[in-house]
């Protein structure tokens, strides 16, 4: 059984930047691709940033891509989201999700195909 912790939100203004971390205790996890999602107030869970199990790809949504950064710790059971730059449509539920692919290239963006989540880190960005 995997379970995953998120931490590292919190309320922060404009143009400041938070680490989210993505901690996680089981087997497999190393093993596992990793995807950064997020769900603001009345909005759907969308995906943000993700990464290959071997950390040689990475995906971003347009909404974040060059503000974050998707990596993880040399353990490989910690996984980070370094978020630069926050503006106000960045306040969200930030969750991690974690689970196996069927090539280690893979980063898969849907909600549904992952297997393993935290209990989401809030993160609110005052205007």
């Known amino acids: 059984q995997v379970q995953i912790l998120e931490s590292g939100g919190g309320l922060v203004q404009a143009g400041d930047s938070l680490r989210l971390s993505c901690a996680a205790s089981?087997?497999?996890?190393?093993?596992?691709?990793m995807g950064w999602f997020r769900q603001g107030p009345g909005k759907e869970r969308e995906f943000i940033a993700g990464?290959?199990?071997?950390?040689?790809?990475?995906v971003y949504a347009d909404s974040v891509k060059g503000r974050f950064t998707v990596s993880r710790g040399n353990a490989k059971n910690v996984g980070y989201l370094q978020m630069n730059n926050l503006n106000y449509e960045d306040t969200a539920v930030y969750f991690c999700?974690?689970?196996?692919?069927?090539?280690?290239?893979?980063?898969?963006?849907?909600?549904?195909?992952?297997?393993?989540w935290g209990q989401g880190t809030r993160v609110t960005v005052s205007a």
């Open positions: 999700a974690a689970d196996y692919t069927g090539s280690v290239h893979e980063v898969k963006t849907t909600p549904a195909t992952y297997a393993h």
């Open positions: 089981g087997r497999g996890f190393s093993s596992f691709s």
């Open positions: 990464m290959s199990y071997r950390g040689d790809r990475k």
